[in-house]
Each structure stands twice: as C-alpha cells, then as structure tokens.
C-alpha cells in the first residue's frame, strides 16, 4: 500500500462488497484499535467491529479470503511490540487469533488446503528470513513432519528479507511446495542481491540463488510462467536496482525452474545475450507487482472482422518515486513487452488487490480511493485490465485510449460510497467533547487511587474517572491477589494472579479471564505453558510433570487434544493424537534401545492395528491389545523372511484362527 496524503483509512473490495478499515482512539484508554467495516456496494453498513486488542494497534497488511479476511497488526505496548494475526469471519468476529514468531511481516498468501504462508524476518540488525505455514486454525506447530503446519528459519550471515512469496501447484492442483524473492547481501555481487529461494512443500530448501551486478538490487515480486500448454518453464522475478549515483529502476529477470537466469524463450533482448532488463528513466521507476493475464487473453480472436492473436504473460507495474503515477507494462509469454502505459492514481492511496487470476474478460489490479472530509462521498477507483474491446461502447472515452495494440486496454473505474454509511460518530462525539470548556478525566489525566469493593477486595493503583485502569492490584478477603494491567474494572493485558493453595499464573488477561500466552504452576512442581482461552487451556502449549515428564501439542478445554508429544525423562516418546487428554487415536512411540511402534492407540495402549519395529530391523505388522502382538500378524525377519500367522500375548500361535482357542488344552 501507498499513501500519498498520510491517511489512515484504507478501503478493500471483497467480492461485491467492501471492507473499510479505519482507526479508533479509545478516549479512556488512549490505546489505538482497528475498526473494521463491512459496507454493500451502495456503502451501507452490514456490519462494524473494533478489535481490542492489547496496545497501540497498526495495521501491516491485509489479505483477503473467500470468506472473510487476514490482518497482520502491530502492536506497541510500552516497550514490547507483538506481531500478532488475526483470521476475521463474514460476520467480523475474530476466527482465531495468534501471536507471530516474527519481527516483521511482509507477505501472506491463501494455500490449497485453507491455511496460510507468512513470510517475515525474525532478529534486529541482521535479520533471517523466517517462513511459517499456518492451517486453517492458524495453528503451525506438530509433531510429526506435516505440510500443513511448519515453520522454518533460512539462516545466513548478514541481512536478508523476503517481500512475497506464493504457492506452486503441480498439474493436479496439489502442493507442489513455494517460491519467494527478496534480497541478501550474503555472498552478493554488489550490495545487496535479489534473492530467489525455492521450498518444497515442508519448507525444505531446493534451491536457493542471488542475482545482480554492482548495484544494489532486490526481489519485489514473483511469477509463474507458463507455455501455452499450461506447462511450467520457469519463474519471472521483478525487483528494484539502485546505481551508485541513486538512480533506481525496475529489475527483471526470467529464470528456468531450477534458478537459472536465462534468456526469454524464443526471444534474445540484445546482441551481447544480456539477460537482465531494465525499465525506468531519471524519475526513478520502482515494482511493484506481477500479474498473471487471464487464460482468455491468449486465444486467437476477432475484432471488427480483424484477427488478432492471442498472447499470454503478465502485466509488470511499476511506480514513479516523484509523483503520483504508475507504469503498466505489458509482456508476453516469449518476453516481448507489447505495450506501456503511464496512469496517474487518483486516490489518496493505492492497494495492491490480493492477487488471482481475473474472469475471462478481465483482471483487476489495483485499488485507489479518496478518503474526504466530512459530509462527502468517498469515491473508489479499480484498475482493471480489459480483453478486447469490452470498452469500445463507452463513447465518452476517445477509442485511442480503449485499445491498446494488442486490442486491451487498462483504466480505473470509478465507483462512489454513501458519506452516511462511512460516518463515524464516535469519533464526532469524542472530538466535540475535548472541545468543551470542562474536559473530562480521560486516560490523559490518570491518578494514583485506591478502590474498596462491597466484598471487601481491595485494589491500589492506576484510576480513569473513578475504575482501575492501567497498572494496578487487586487483595482479596480469600488470600487471592492480582497485580498487572487493568481495563474498566477488569483484569485486562499482562498480569500476576496468585493463590493462597500456591498456585499461580502469569501471563495474558482479558475481561477478568486468562486469555493468551501465559504460564501457570503448581506448588507440587507442575507448569502449564502456553495458550489459555477464557480460563482453560486452549491452543498450543507444554504441560511439564515434577518429574520432568512433558507434553507438548495441542489442548482443548484444559485437556491435551489434537496433535501431541509425551517425552518421558528415560527417553522414551509417544507422537500422535490426542483425545480428551489421553493418547487415543494414530501415533508413534520410541523405546531408547532403538524399539518403536506405529499404529492405534487406546489410552496410551497399543490397541489395534500397527507396526512394531526392532534395532536389527525385523518388524511386525498386525494386531496388537494390551501393548501385545494379538490376533493376526505378519513377521518379518532382517533378511526378508515373512511369517503369516496368529499371536497372542506376544506368543506365536500357529496359521489357523483357532489355534489360540485350543492352546490351552495341550
């Protein structure tokens, strides 16, 4: 996103609606929040919430779903600053929530099983590239290898960034791992090179390479290229490159699909076989995105009894640093640029759309609106790429300015909103109130008091017009106290709860509850850390025993549930599934001595079907009960003997079912 007047509302189309975000100062507080409308086409309101969240918030990035939305929000409270993510419904309530590993976000991208790919950088001076892969709970971490939750850091000396990253499909639509560009100056050319990784689909690095000269160049933006069979041949990559006098243009490139920097199939840009282009002038010329053209765009066609041939490709845009224009530049699949166009935006800022591949017709590109004072309409510009001619009816626009040489054309269209549906009263109201002759206490006038309550718990701390707000503590009658962050009355943000019995919690709060990342221990040597919702563990975390026993994985409702690990203290491990607490379901368990077991648990039993695996590398694959081989099984030996048969307690009975039943009698 670009913000030429310094606005702080930003509107994104969402299906035939609109999501408008915008930032509300709570008076009482002072704390910054995110508010988010859903508007109609017309601008009415279907919905409007405000996400408290702990902190001064500020949106990062915004990335649209089928059925609601992403944000990635900062987050500043005193000194510490949280990336966190938020998955937002159709109906504005927050999906999940979750804190990200990270120190910085740069790219989100929608994945073919629901979930999610971030890519930030993790670290201060010099920072790593850190990707997470998120599923559709939001959650990444298991404990087995799984392409639906991982995340991975790519670990080199000195700075690297990452700026998108995108999901690569095999011919059969299924994951076929990712690609993203950025920038290192590991090993460069010059300053900084523009990096290019390839991961598989567990984030495992395939290949990874730099690219540039002398200057100093970065990765922007990447593409997937494709013959006109719809085949892979390789990725097109646009950056920015800085001369030593300052001069900045766009750099592009087209490499093979394993890395290497090769001339455009069927096309040689110059007589020395220079593989890099370069688009810009003086002004300074900077990418921005790569866009794919609609398969539409390469059939063959007619226009006024006039052939024209189709032609595939992206559409590279690029902005001028010193005013408030763009260049779209067309290129086909052979890396011919068909044509350029300069575009001022006439917006107050301009959006990047979360980008797919548009309809047969058409594809939309970008967003631009003007955000006005009150009492106005709001008007909304798309930038929009036409197939031949589907503006040739417009009279008004001069044919020249329709159809550009291939016969498509790139325009904004305009589009109003309502000022009713956008007003924002509570920010009238709060304004009109600090200009009154008598401001009221708010959180700018904070005092140090005390408060006793009808039950007799007494607090000492931070007040707002007469209620605990701010850093404060909390005696109860029962022993019981609490000292951290308060919110109207409540226990809100970071805190210190203790019992009398011993027990105590530090971590998140809101609204009274444990809610967050926190950490509760047991005087008897137990500690819970992790994920807490509405006073139960809830999400990620490890519960450790006093005897140095711990799981690690998913909880529900206090209980382990989902995906786990128990490590015991001499070595031995189950991995797998958990229910209500107990392992129940498909796992692992690992014996020290090299023995393990794959299959149906039963409350941590081997109970069911599954395979038993010995250091010499016999196994056995079949029925186990009671932690037993039971009932019909195979055995094979190291050197690939087999035996089918029957056992029970562990005890081979013979090929016949019966055997087992008339053992006894012998």
């Not at 969240?53 to 649209?64: C, F, I, N, S, W």
């Not at 419904?89 to 990270?102: R, T, Y």
């Not at 186990?624 to 029957?646: A, C, M, S, T």
């Amino acid at each position: 996103t670009l913000n030429f007047n310094n606005t702080e509302r930003f509107i994104y189309p969402a299906e035939k609606d609109y999501i408008f975000i915008s930032y509300y100062n709570d008076i009482m507080t002072g704390e910054r929040d995110i508010t988010a409308q859903k508007l109609d086409k017309d601008g009415k309101q279907i919905w409007k919430k405000t996400y408290n969240l702990k902190g001064d918030d500020t949106l990062k990035l915004l990335h649209m779903l089928k059925d609601g939305f992403v944000m990635a929000v900062s987050s500043q409270a005193a000194e510490q600053n949280v990336l966190r993510l938020l998955t937002i419904d159709n109906s504005g309530k927050i999906a999940w929530q979750k804190d990200l590993p990270l120190k910085i976000v740069n790219s989100i991208a929608s994945t073919n099983d629901g979930g999610l790919i971030v890519a930030g950088a993790t670290g201060e001076d010099n920072q790593n590239i850190r990707i997470i892969k998120l599923d559709k709970t939001g959650n990444w971490k298991s404990a087995d290898q799984n392409p639906s939750r991982w995340e991975k850091t790519y670990i080199n000396s000195g700075n690297q960034q990452v700026h998108q990253i995108i999901q690569m499909l095999d011919k059969d639509d299924y994951n076929d791992g990712y690609i993203f560009t950025g920038s290192t100056d590991y090993k460069s050319n010059g300053k900084r090179d523009l990096y290019l990784v390839r991961l598989d689909a567990y984030g495992e690095v395939n290949w990874s390479r730099n690219y540039g000269g002398q200057n100093d160049e970065q990765g922007i933006t990447v593409g997937v290229m494709v013959n006109s069979n719809e085949e892979h041949m390789g990725y097109l990559v646009a950056g920015n490159s800085k001369t030593t006098s300052g001069e900045e243009k766009i750099f592009l490139i087209y490499v093979d699909k394993n890395g290497w920097n090769q001339s455009w199939p069927g096309y040689q840009i110059a007589i020395d076989g220079a593989k890099e282009r370069y688009f810009g002038d003086v002004s300074g010329l900077m990418s921005m995105a790569i866009v794919p053209v609609p398969d539409a765009f390469k059939n063959n066609r007619k226009l006024q009894g006039e052939n024209i041939k189709g032609d595939g490709g992206v559409l590279l845009i690029g902005y001028f640093l010193d005013n408030k224009n763009i260049l779209a530049i067309r290129i086909n699949e052979f890396g011919h640029v068909l044509w350029q166009k300069k575009l001022a935006v006439p917006g107050d800022n301009l959006i990047m759309g979360t980008l797919s591949k548009g309809d047969n017709e058409k594809q939309v590109i970008a967003y631009s609106a003007t955000y006005p004072n009150q009492g106005r309409d709001m008007a909304i510009y798309t930038l929009t790429l036409y197939l031949e001619g589907v503006l040739k009816q417009d009279k008004t626009i001069p044919k020249e300015e329709q159809l550009e040489t291939n016969y498509e054309s790139i325009a904004w269209e305009k589009h109003s909103l309502k000022y009713e549906a956008m007003r924002d009263v509570s920010k009238e109201i709060k304004d009109l109130l600090l200009k009154q002759q008598h401001i009221p206490l708010t959180a700018g006038n904070r005092i140090k008091g005390e408060i006793e309550w009808p039950d007799f718990s007494y607090y000492l701390g931070n007040l707002v017009i007469g209620k605990a707000d701010g850093e404060g503590t909390l005696f109860f009658t029962n022993g019981v106290w609490y000292k951290g962050s308060w919110k109207n009355n409540m226990f809100y943000g970071y805190g210190y709860l203790r019992f009398p019995t011993g027990e105590y919690y530090e971590g998140e709060f809101a609204e009274h509850m444990m809610h967050g990342s926190g950490v509760f221990k047991w005087p008897t040597g137990e500690k819970y850390a992790g994920q807490f919702l509405n006073n139960q563990r809830d999400g990620q975390g490890k519960f450790t025993w006093a005897n140095g026993t711990y799981y690690e994985g998913g909880f529900k409702e206090n209980e382990a549930s989902g995906m786990g690990a128990i490590n015991w203290p001499n070595g031995e491990r189950y991995e797998g599934q958990m229910v209500q607490g107990k392992a129940t379901g498909q796992g692992s368990y690992y014996f020290p001595n090299g023995e393990r077991y794959r299959g149906e648990f039963k409350n941590l039993i081997f109970e069911g079907v599954g395979v038993y695996y010995w250091p010499d590398s016999s196994y056995y694959v079949g029925e186990f009960k009671q932690d037993r081989l039971n009932g019909e099984g195979y055995y094979v030996w190291p050197n690939g003997v087999i035996q089918h048969g029957y056992w029970k307690d562990d005890r081979y009975m013979g090929t016949n079912p019966n055997a087992e039943k008339t053992r006894k009698n012998w």
